[in-house]
């Protein structure tokens, strides 16, 4: 059992008592197991009243040369029955017929409701049906029909996966092996996956209103911020583009002057390359795998915050240097003494 | 006295009708056709749990939120909003930049003339432009400081590994997009920071040359690289970073929306 925070137990508790018109404390004594639960009056159907059937194994009855026409009559009154196309419920009876190891006419004519159900107890080898037209009267009905007043029952029998569509699951005669008919196979699940509950409760609101309004006054000051930004500032536009006119200094954009700052210190192969590819993507992309330790508690990963913060130290680091230290021939230059050369930086800040 | 009364009895009269002038217009066809069931917007809103859901799950935004969130999660001093700010930058970009389109050519003979122009000569082009390119420096630096949010949380921890990949993956083409775009005024500026920016390219061990060739249609900064540039700029880049948002932000609410509580 993970344990549920007091705030939420509280909560719900209040709104069982609520719905049940019994006092918060009974409810809370019974959550703690304190006392008999409430009342879940009606009981529930217990999922085990119904034990999966053994389906007798079918024995092909010998043999039914059904010829052509039967089916096709059978198939078009079992269609009309069901209320469905004939190409699918062909597939159906088709699909039946070979789970269960009966001729397809038995199926169908079981489907037209000509005959007691194929699943039904295994005929004796010797009360043959005549060849042919399958009649419903000297069809094998070895238990006597009652009116079922439940549907069939879940399970299907022993090994065999109960692919069944039957058309009139309504009126499924009773004594019928169970699992064999009147019921369609959605899919099959393992209990176990749909019931292993991992989530954690958790304490949630509503996104509207209260994410919503968050969001929206942050898309608000944001819009404020850069259009104020953008009536004081003008961005930079200098002279035309011309290729045999080199500025001096030349500097990359500012996002990658911390990179152009460590490249005047190494060896180009070095920092242009392996920095910032190497290091740069594919080390930050293995971050999650490399840091194993599962805690994300500020006090439990100071060495990752330490390793980080340096990073973030030094990229602003280089950066600032970069952008306001470096001057002619990318010299070190004081932006006091000798002015700002970073063009994006011009009308921000002036020391005159 | 009487007409004082009657001046109250007009307004009472005004207000009343404008009442059911909005009522009608909120019942009418037309706004029922456009929003769905448990809009604010529509006639008789109240605000109940349940039309709080309905808010979220009958609109457009349920592709970006789900219905409830951890109350954490909503405290601005956990996000900070930085990747949500990220993303409405990345909205602005896109409104300011198909602006700029309007008035803009990448050809050697156009490019700096037209942004000399937008300044002079078009409504607003100014403060659209200078909108545009601030709008691309803080998304680079909202971006990070996002990153360096999702560090310190430890938010990129199982099951979360996977969207840090697809994060470090938008970063680096929040700074290609930035990139490409610094290159088409076309001055003096773009011209040499481009020409320094893909000489530390050039550095590649073995392919390098070619990797440079490959970003600048030739050895050098030309018009080529212009066009280049600007078809990425426009159209390609942005059309990759859409599709890995897309998947960033699946990813975040399926693997248990947002982290925490630390
Ligand atoms: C274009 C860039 C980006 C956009 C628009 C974006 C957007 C978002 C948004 C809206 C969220 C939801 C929570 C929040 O607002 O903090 C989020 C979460 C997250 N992002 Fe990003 N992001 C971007 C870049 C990055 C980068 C560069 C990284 C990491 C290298 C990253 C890793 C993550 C992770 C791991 C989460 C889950 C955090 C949590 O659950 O607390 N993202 N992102």
Redesign the pocket.
Known sequence: MTEIPESLLRRSAEAKAKALGIPVEQVLAEMKGEAPPTPPAASEPSEQTAPPAEPSPQEPSSDPAASSGDVDALLAKAAQVAGMPEALLRRSAEAKAKALGVPLVNVLAEMAGEAPPVGAEAPPPAAEPPAGAPQPAEAPAAVAVEEPTVPAPTGNGGGKVAAVVSPRPSVPPAGVPEGVRTQRLLTVVKAKAIQQVKAEPHDKVNTWPHLMLVEFVALLAMTGLLILMSVALQAPLLEAANPNLTPNPSKAPWYFLGLQELLSYFDPQIAGVTVPTIIGLVG?MMIPYVDRNPSTKPSDRKLAIMLYTIFLAGSATLTILGVLFRGKGFNFSYPWKDGIFFDDLKDWVSFE | MANGNGKTGLLERVRERTAEAVDRLRGSQFMESVFRPGSPFKKGYADSPRNRSYVIMNNVLYHLHPVKVKRHGVKLSY?L????L??FL?ILLTITGIFLMFYYAPTAERAYVDIQALSTNVAFGSLVRNMHRWGAHLMVLT?FL??S??FY?G??KPP?EF??VV??V??LL?LLLSFTGYLLPWDQLALWAVTVGTNMAGFVPVFGDQVKFALLAGVEVTAGTLLRWYVLHVLFLPFI?VIF?AV??WR?RKDGG???PL
């Open positions: 930050f | 996000t909003c930085l990747g949500g990220s993303f990345f971006v996002h990153m949010r999702v949380h938010a990129y979360r969207n840090w994060g470090v938008l970063l929040t970073i948002m960033h932000f975040v947002i982290s925490g």
